[in-house]
């Protein structure tokens, strides 16, 4: 007589599958998405400067013109909870450098003659107290250690910074024990205020404030223009081996990309990604046709934000050394951890977005007439718009809050927190 086998249930073990599957992201060990933990640590250094920021204001107001923000900007910060938890919870750092070119810092890590903007920070900040001076020590000791576990652990760290890449590569070819050594012989905070823009601290206290004009803010401060990165890149110039394009493929697949689009991309067989997705995603890869209406990303001003930041993402990721794949996968990342329920633009169409701009000129880049800040624009024959005539959804104020959220398109997605 045959016994029958005994099988056992082990649900914790199911549990751990499971999760390991949906948080493929952070389970890979790469520098293509933005770990959870270190979109963590960019918020919590967001509180921790700025609150330090106002505790310095608040005893010397002369610090103003160093910080470029004054004590009454603050007080008004910390006055409006909802729209600063928008803003101090963003993977992107409130804060950016003091000094953006790299030979400046240089003269101090180097220990040699300061440069002239090294001595103009120094006489722009007032002389401090011996306890302010030691928390100013302190907090560009963590500045810099966030700088420095960001530029090693994601390809987009420059913009998440707002750094230059010129600095960045200076940056991470310094030890960190160089760097803190250093440090010790400035007297002067080594970041200031990102946002410094009047039209934010008009939108801020008012309520306006949404995650898309904080997008805008970003762009509009940072020192990488679209217009000026690469994005000629094409995916029949890529090769790559099976482990990699079944790597990507599931990466993509797991920010919602459907499974026909990374058979295509990536020449893998149909059976094998339409069973990934539904593992990763615990139904069957949606049906249909691809993304194929390019005046769709500036039908409205929240769409063409989106679709312009992610182009934005793409491009320093390119610039960065990323390839298609994984400049798409990080840029993906980035907007959902930015915009969460609010995200319009499904994986599906930033690939259609960014191939489409790569192969002809129906969309392209140019700068706001109002504030420079590059956006998309249509040059397709269902929509043209001229460069010379337009006004970024940010100068119009078209990035207001809305009545509803938008339906969420694909994959429901979590904003972090």
């Given at each position: 007589m045959m016994r029958r086998k005994r099988t056992w249930s082990l649900p914790h073990v199911t549990k751990k599958i499971n999760s390991m599957t949906t948080n493929i992201l952070d389970a890979v060990e790469t520098n293509i998405p933005l770990p959870t933990y270190l979109a963590e640590k960019i918020q919590r250094t967001n509180y921790a400067l700025t609150a330090v920021m106002h505790k310095v204001l608040a005893r010397y107001s002369a610090a103003d013109a160093f910080f470029g923000v004054s004590f009454?900007?603050?007080?008004?910060?910390?006055?409006?909870?909802?729209?600063?938890?928008?803003?101090?919870n963003m993977p992107f750092l409130a804060l950016s450098p003091a000094l953006q070119d790299p030979r400046d810092w240089s003269t101090f890590v180097d220990g040699i003659m300061h440069s002239q903007t090294v001595t103009k920070l120094s006489s722009a900040m007032p002389f401090v107290d011996d306890v302010?001076?030691?928390?100013?020590?302190?907090?560009?000791?963590?500045?810099?250690?966030?700088?420095?576990?960001?530029?090693?652990?994601?390809?987009?760290?420059?913009?998440?910074?707002?750094?230059?890449?010129?600095?960045?590569?200076?940056?991470?070819?310094?030890?960190?024990?160089r760097l803190e050594a250093a440090i010790g012989g400035i007297r002067f905070p080594l970041y200031r205020w990102r946002f410094d823009d009047a039209l934010f601290w008009i939108e801020y206290p008012a309520g306006r404030l949404t995650e898309e004009s904080v997008a805008h803010y970003v762009m509009r401060t940072s020192t990488l223009k679209a217009g000026a990165l690469p994005y000629k890149n094409l995916w029949s110039d890529l090769r790559l081996d099976r482990a990699k394009r079944e790597v990507y493929a599931r990466l993509m697949m797991t920010q919602g990309c459907r499974a026909s689009t990374a058979t295509n991309l990536f020449s893998l067989n149909s059976a094998i990604t339409?069973?990934?997705?539904?593992?990763?995603?615990g139904v069957s890869s949606p049906c249909g046709n691809s993304a194929s209406s390019l005046t769709w990303?500036?039908?409205?001003?929240?769409q063409r934000l989106q679709a312009t930041m992610l182009v934005w993402l793409y491009r320093c990721a390119l610039k960065n050394g990323a390839n298609i794949p994984e400049a798409l996968i990080a840029s993906n990342d980035v907007l959902d951890k930015m915009f969460g329920p609010r995200l319009l633009l499904s994986a599906d169409r930033a690939n259609h977005l960014t191939r489409s701009m790569?192969?002809?000129?129906?969309?392209?880049?140019?700068?706001?007439?109002?504030?420079?800040?590059?956006?998309?624009?249509?040059?397709?024959?269902g929509k043209i718009e001229l460069a010379k005539d337009f006004v970024c959804p940010g100068c119009e104020s078209d990035l207001r809050p809305r009545h509803s959220e938008p339906r969420s398109k694909g994959k429901k997605r979590s904003k972090s927190k």
């Amino acid at each position: 007589m045959m016994r029958r086998k005994r099988t056992w249930s082990l649900p914790h073990v199911t549990k751990k599958i499971n999760s390991m599957t949906t948080n493929i992201l952070d389970a890979v060990e790469t520098n293509i998405p933005l770990p959870t933990y270190l979109a963590e640590k960019i918020q919590r250094t967001n509180y921790a400067l700025t609150a330090v920021m106002h505790k310095v204001l608040a005893r010397y107001s002369a610090a103003d013109a160093f910080f470029g923000v004054s004590f009454e900007n603050m007080e008004t910060l910390k006055a409006h909870a909802v729209p600063m938890a928008k803003l101090m919870n963003m993977p992107f750092l409130a804060l950016s450098p003091a000094l953006q070119d790299p030979r400046d810092w240089s003269t101090f890590v180097d220990g040699i003659m300061h440069s002239q903007t090294v001595t103009k920070l120094s006489s722009a900040m007032p002389f401090v107290d011996d306890v302010t001076a030691r928390d100013i020590f302190h907090y560009n000791c963590s500045y810099v250690s966030l700088l420095k576990d960001v530029l090693h652990q994601n390809v987009l760290a420059a913009p998440l910074l707002g750094i230059s890449f010129e600095l960045a590569e200076y940056l991470m070819s310094l030890p960190i024990g160089r760097l803190e050594a250093a440090i010790g012989g400035i007297r002067f905070p080594l970041y200031r205020w990102r946002f410094d823009d009047a039209l934010f601290w008009i939108e801020y206290p008012a309520g306006r404030l949404t995650e898309e004009s904080v997008a805008h803010y970003v762009m509009r401060t940072s020192t990488l223009k679209a217009g000026a990165l690469p994005y000629k890149n094409l995916w029949s110039d890529l090769r790559l081996d099976r482990a990699k394009r079944e790597v990507y493929a599931r990466l993509m697949m797991t920010q919602g990309c459907r499974a026909s689009t990374a058979t295509n991309l990536f020449s893998l067989n149909s059976a094998i990604t339409r069973n990934t997705y539904r593992q990763i995603h615990g139904v069957s890869s949606p049906c249909g046709n691809s993304a194929s209406s390019l005046t769709w990303y500036v039908e409205r001003p929240v769409q063409r934000l989106q679709a312009t930041m992610l182009v934005w993402l793409y491009r320093c990721a390119l610039k960065n050394g990323a390839n298609i794949p994984e400049a798409l996968i990080a840029s993906n990342d980035v907007l959902d951890k930015m915009f969460g329920p609010r995200l319009l633009l499904s994986a599906d169409r930033a690939n259609h977005l960014t191939r489409s701009m790569a192969m002809d000129s129906r969309l392209n880049v140019a700068p706001c007439r109002s504030c420079g800040t590059d956006y998309i624009l249509s040059n397709d024959e269902g929509k043209i718009e001229l460069a010379k005539d337009f006004v970024c959804p940010g100068c119009e104020s078209d990035l207001r809050p809305r009545h509803s959220e938008p339906r969420s398109k694909g994959k429901k997605r979590s904003k972090s927190k």
